[in-house]
Nanobody, 124 residues
Framework: VQLQASGGGLVQPGGSLRLSCLLSGRTVSSYGMGWFRQAPGKEREFVTTIRKNGLTYYADSVRGRFTISRDNAKNTVYLQMNSLKPEDTAVYYC???????????????????WGQGTLVTVSS
């Protein structure tokens, strides 16, 4: 299984950006797919997850602004980010797990496969 994240860039506060994560080697609907981020000088943190059954979960800091979705035909998961803030600046990583359970889906230890990360910078 390989994950390829893309779509990062520089955006002004209040702007939008869409990240993509292409999964190769397996069918994306067979995995729980998550996004994590790591800001400069900080630990990596959970952003959002979509489980195999389609249920989604969000960190409080992004709920209502970010949306995770899945396109099975393209084997791709998306992260639509709206109303971006400077504190959203980070390297964003996509991750996958075929054994995701509710009690641990916010933990990076629950994910077995990781993409290379894409940098999102929110600045004027």
């Amino acid at each position: 299984v390989q994950l390829q994240a893309s779509g990062g860039g520089l955006v002004q506060p209040g702007g939008s950006l869409r990240l993509s994560c292409l999964l190769s080697g397996r069918t994306v609907s067979s995995y729980g797919m998550g996004w994590f981020r790591q800001a400069p000088g900080k630990e990596r943190e959970f952003v959002t997850t979509i489980r195999k059954n389609g249920l989604t979960y969000y960190a409080d800091s992004v709920r209502g602004r970010f949306t995770i979705s899945r396109d099975n035909a393209k084997n791709t998961v998306y992260l639509q980010m709206n109303s971006l803030k400077p504190e959203d600046t980070a390297v964003y990583y996509c991750a996958a797990s075929d054994r995701l359970i509710l009690s641990s889906l916010r933990s990076e230890d629950a994910y077995y496969y990781w993409g290379q990360g894409t940098l999102v910078t929110v600045s004027s």
